[in-house]
């Protein structure tokens, strides 16, 4: 099949309720701010503050950790509720109908916002960016970020309810958390003692890539109306977060068996809250 052919043949797998939606369902929106985020947190970025002195950013992380762990609390919940809290979802396998009623698109909706939310992520860096953290903007990190952001650009162009809203209700549910660990750690040293549950934030998001691989294979085994093609395309991702995640659990945690039992914060990790990585903003 011929690279064309190949193209055409994906673009009719395409979700026809989004075609036309902008901003986080629009190509020539989302790549263009990509590429300028790696440019701003890679090149300029760096650059600029080359010659500035770091800036305390105390009360902007606080408020922003607040406002994050709001928003994907809200996201959670609504997309629970349409779905499998109420919506008649089926939690073992649940196909794609392409149906235009109230509840799918409020589903496809809410998934466009939620595209911004993760793109709101990139605050995170720029912070790091501003604190001059650069140990902290690290490739991984900002590949990362950056494969959130096309996901949630992906799916809503290929579909994003069905068997995969599973994935997004449990990346959302992971932030409420993951923030709340930030915003608890950028309160300062003194909160150290209460941090002890650090290192399993990845090990969670570890285990949310295990299962929902497993959950998004269903469909190849058990016809429940999920095309083929995007259990094939979300296991490829889910491998590719499963991979990352594991290698930074073993850099970070594992250096010796007894180093992967035990774990120690960093002083900047206790003033700032280190990012740890764990945001998955992935599979979105």
Not at 55 to 72: D, E, Q
Not at 156 to 166: C, P, R
Not at 190 to 214: C, S, V
Request: aromatic fraction near 20%; include cysteine.
């Amino acid at each position: 099949m011929r690279l064309t052919e190949f193209s055409d043949y994906i673009w009719s797998l395409r979700d026809p309720r989004t075609e036309g939606w902008s901003l986080s369902a629009d190509y020539k929106f989302i790549f263009p701010l990509i590429a300028l985020y790696l440019y701003v947190v890679k090149i300029k970025g760096p650059e600029l503050m080359k010659s500035r002195p770091a800036y305390n950013l105390k009360p902007y992380i606080l408020t922003y950790n607040a406002a994050m762990v709001i928003t994907n609390a809200f996201f959670f919940w609504n997309y629970w509720k349409r779905s499998y809290g109420g919506g008649g979802y089926n939690l073992f396998c649940q196909g794609i109908s392409y149906s235009t009623d109230k509840n799918s698109m409020e589903i496809l909706e809410l998934t466009w916002w939620y595209v911004l939310v993760r793109i709101a992520d990139f605050i995170d860096t720029i912070f790091f960016l501003l604190r001059k953290k650069y140990e902290h903007i690290s490739t991984l990190h900002v590949v990362h970020h950056t494969l959130v952001v096309f996901s949630g650009w992906l799916w809503l162009n290929f579909g994003s309810d069905g068997q995969v809203l599973l994935g997004i209700c449990f990346n959302a549910f992971i932030h409420v958390i993951m923030y709340s660990y930030y915003g608890f750690a950028a309160l300062g040293p003194w909160t150290r003692k209460y941090l002890w549950w650090k290192k399993y934030l990845t090990k969670l998001q570890i285990f949310q890539f295990l299962f929902l691989n497993g959950h998004i294979l269903i469909p190849l085994f058990y016809d429940c109306g999920y095309p083929r093609p995007l259990i094939f395309l979300a296991v490829a991702q889910g491998l590719l977060g499963l991979t990352l995640f594991i290698n930074f659990y073993i850099e970070k945690y594992c250096s010796s068996p007894a180093a992967c039992r035990t774990i120690k914060m960093t002083p900047g990790e206790e003033a700032g809250g280190q990012r740890l990585l764990v945001d998955s903003r992935k599979n979105a």
